[in-house]
């Protein structure tokens, strides 16, 4: 299979847009699953922690690959930190608080390894060249990684950052408006695995939030987008997570949760609801990416655009009576209409 063309296929300055991949797995930890990446797209194999290592250099850039938790890690906040005085006894005091915490979080990795997932961070990869990461997916089934549907009690997911072709708000909002509308039916082609329906991780938005944002009259400007989705949205776990695109945006806008460190600032949108389908053939990138695009073309169709948000806010605001009748009188065309 082969990645479909998005109707806007550079970005901003011209290039091919990329795409970032981000996929949980169990069944390989991640010394083994360095090794598996830098045996296929070459490059150096790095420690940085002993759960976190790096493959560096390859031709896309750097992999990540660690224990999904940031309790097996350090903490870059106090590995950064300074000792409070400058005297000797208080920087022996600082370094046995390094070594303790270092070592704390290294004994965590070990007892949860096998418990919590293996994650894997690709770097940005052209869309036309998501066929040769797809590469990746194929050899972690190969190698005994397990995904979404190998037990009740995996929720693991794939998440794609498609690189924004624009940064105005007028066509983010535009993708918003499209991926609500398709949001039912690409939970309906996915076949959203139970236990990740049950987690909150892609939760949807809410029904109030979504009729406010395809109202034909909602028109924000970029700081009122971003209010509205706080004011909605204060978690991170939604399908469509707007956060990093919003803090690459405005790094410094006033709200606490664009100071969580878990929000990296991107020029993407932080799709979050394939499921993690190691075991089906065929699954990769490519075919999660190909329904996305169908996100982004009903996005680039104003005029089909308009029209379905405007009957989804009348359907939706109409009252329950109303409704039922409108299910009937179709309930009725479908009996009586010829097989």
């Known amino acids: 299979m082969l990645p479909q063309s998005p109707p806007e296929p550079l970005n901003v300055q011209g290039r091919t847009r990329?795409?970032?991949?981000?996929?949980?797995?169990?069944?390989?930890?991640?010394?083994?699953?360095?090794?598996?990446?830098?045996?296929?797209?070459?490059?150096?194999?790095?420690?940085?922690?002993?759960?976190?290592?790096?493959?560096?250099a390859t031709r896309w850039g750097d992999f990540v690959i660690e224990l999904d938790t940031q309790y097996a890690h350090p903490d870059a906040r106090l590995l950064e930190a300074l000792p409070r005085h400058d005297t000797e006894w208080e920087r022996q005091r600082h370094q046995m608080r390094l070594d303790f915490h270092n070592k704390t979080r290294e004994l965590i990795g070990d007892v949860v390894t096998g418990l919590v997932p293996t994650e894997i961070v690709c770097p940005p990869v052209p869309w036309n060249e998501l066929a040769e990461l797809d590469a990746l997916f194929a050899a972690l089934h190969a190698h005994g990684a397990k995904g979404t549907d190998a037990?009740?009690?995996?929720?693991?997911?794939?998440?794609?950052?498609?690189?924004?072709?624009?940064?105005?708000?007028?066509?983010?909002?535009?993708?918003?408006?499209?991926?609500?509308l398709m949001a039912a039916w690409l939970r309906k082609e996915i076949d959203i695995d139970i236990t990740r329906e049950v987690l909150p991780h892609a939760n949807p938005f809410p029904k109030h939030y979504a009729l406010k944002v395809l109202d034909p009259d909602y028109a924000p400007d970029l700081d009122t987008l971003i209010a509205d989705y706080i004011s909605f949205n204060p978690t991170r776990n939604r399908e469509l997570d707007l956060y990093p695109l919003f803090a690459h945006l405005c790094p410094d806008y006033p709200d606490e949760l664009f100071r969580n460190n878990l929000i990296k600032p991107r020029p993407t949108y932080h799709y979050r609801l394939?499921?993690?389908q190691l075991s089906?053939?065929?699954?990769?990138?490519?075919?999660?990416?190909?329904?996305?695009?169908?996100?982004?073309?009903?996005?680039?169709?104003?005029?089909?655009?308009?029209?379905?948000?405007?009957?989804?806010?009348?359907?939706?605001?109409?009252?329950?009576?109303?409704?039922?009748?409108?299910?009937?009188?179709?309930?009725?065309?479908?009996?009586?209409?010829?097989?």
């Open 18 to 56: 990329r795409v970032g991949a981000e996929i949980e797995f169990a069944g390989l930890p991640p010394q083994q699953t360095g090794e598996l990446v830098r045996n296929l797209f070459g490059g150096e194999l790095k420690l940085v922690s002993p759960h976190r290592l790096r493959v560096e």
């Open 151 to 180: 037990s009740l009690l995996y929720g693991f997911g794939l998440h794609l950052n498609p690189e924004a072709a624009s940064l105005e708000p007028e066509a983010i909002l535009r993708h918003f408006r499209a991926f609500l």
């Open 274 to 276: 394939p499921n993690a």
């Open 280 to 339: 089906q053939r065929g699954w990769g990138a490519v075919v999660e990416w190909n329904r996305w695009v169908a996100v982004e073309r009903l996005a680039a169709d104003r005029k089909e655009l308009d029209g379905r948000a405007s009957r989804y806010v009348n359907l939706h605001t109409q009252s329950l009576m109303t409704r039922m009748v409108g299910r009937l009188r179709n309930w009725i065309k479908e009996v009586r209409s010829p097989s």
